[in-house]
């Protein structure tokens, strides 16, 4: 076989590599304070309709300012020449150093808000959702 026959031709190497006009950019461990900048800055767009029982993203910000110890991650998408989108996926608290009136008012409010949540953790010390 020779060089020129093993080697990928360029179509075949343009179809395999990811779209110049596709990044993703990680979001962890975020307030709705740091959400609510990047919006307000012009960084991302938030998610108004959502697909299924994901929430969209002013209904995570509004659970979120009403349980600050939560934190949100997720990722801003920038896709070709539409407006970067803020896409949250999933929501979470460490419940150490709550008192426990807080932990059942935070964790009644959770379990509504999260029951449709494709993964779902509620310990004695931590609360996780996440949406995909």
Do not use: K
Not at 10 to 37: C, G, K, M, Q, Y
Not at 53 to 68: E, Q, S
Request: net charge positive.
């Amino acid at each position: 076989m020779s060089v020129a026959a093993s080697a990928p031709s360029s179509a075949n190497t343009a179809r395999r590599a990811e779209p110049p006009w596709f990044h993703v950019h990680t979001v962890a461990d975020r307030t709705a304070e740091d959400l609510i900048r990047v919006l307000r800055l012009g960084f991302a767009v938030g998610v108004v309709r959502s697909r299924g029982p994901v929430p969209t993203t002013a209904g995570v910000l509004a659970f979120l300012r009403r349980w600050p110890a939560m934190r949100a991650h997720g990722r801003v998408e920038y896709l070709g020449s539409s407006r970067p989108r803020l896409v949250v996926e999933g929501i979470e608290c460490d419940l150490e150093g709550h008192s426990a009136n807080h932990r059942a008012a935070l964790r009644s409010d959770f379990e509504c808000f999260c029951r449709h949540a494709t993964d779902y953790i509620d310990t004695v010390e931590y609360l996780y959702a996440r949406w995909t």
